[in-house]
């Protein structure tokens, strides 16, 4: 799933989310083999440094014909996170941030700041459940599935 070859930008910041997605998408890969049928595809990005491709995954049950979700980049330059990915399905659609251990930080007092986000105890790609609360959840198989089935209503 190399998708960094004949990008139209010269930016750092997109190469990192390219790689990000990737890591992210074999792991899906390798989480639902056997389990759910995962089709790939491109899809061509437009962002004020440049327009570059990526990858993005189809999800559904072996044997059928009903997309349950898409999974898609869309943009390397995120105001507080570190890049973004769709998920969406007939119902609804959930974006994935990365960010890194700590995650983005804010200064009420100079000198103090505090995490805009809780529990980013590591670096990866967080699903932000309740930006209110500001509740955050680590993106793992378990995790993955129940946002297919928020976006899908398809319970498994």
């Keep these: 799933m190399n998708t960094i070859n004949e990008q139209h930008t010269n930016d750092p910041k ?7 997605v990737s890591d992210l998408f074999s792991q899906i890969n390798s989480w ?13 990005i ?6 570059y491709e990526a990858p993005t995954l189809s999800v559904r ?12 980049p869309k943009s390397a330059g995120v105001i507080l996170t570190e890049g973004m990915i769709e998920m969406k399905g007939w119902l609804d659609r959930i974006h994935l941030d990365y960010m890194t251990k700590g995650g983005p930080q804010v200064t009420l007092v100079p000198g103090k ?4 986000f809780k529990a980013i105890n590591q670096d990866g790609w967080y699903w932000i459940v309740d ?3 500001r509740t955050t959840r680590f993106a793992d198989k378990a995790l993955l599935l129940e946002m297919i089935t928020w976006v ?3 319970e498994f």
């Design 131 to 133: 930006p209110v609360t």
């Design 61 to 72: 049950e072996k044997g059928q014909q009903e997309i349950l979700a898409n999974i898609t």
């Design 32 to 44: 639902f083999q056997g389990e759910l049928e995962i089709a790939t595809g491109t899809v061509q």
């Design 14 to 20: 997109v190469y990192l989310y390219l790689e990000r």
């Design 152 to 154: 899908s209503d398809h």
């Design 113 to 116: 700041t505090r995490p805009v």
């Design 46 to 51: 437009k962002e004020p440094v440049g327009t």
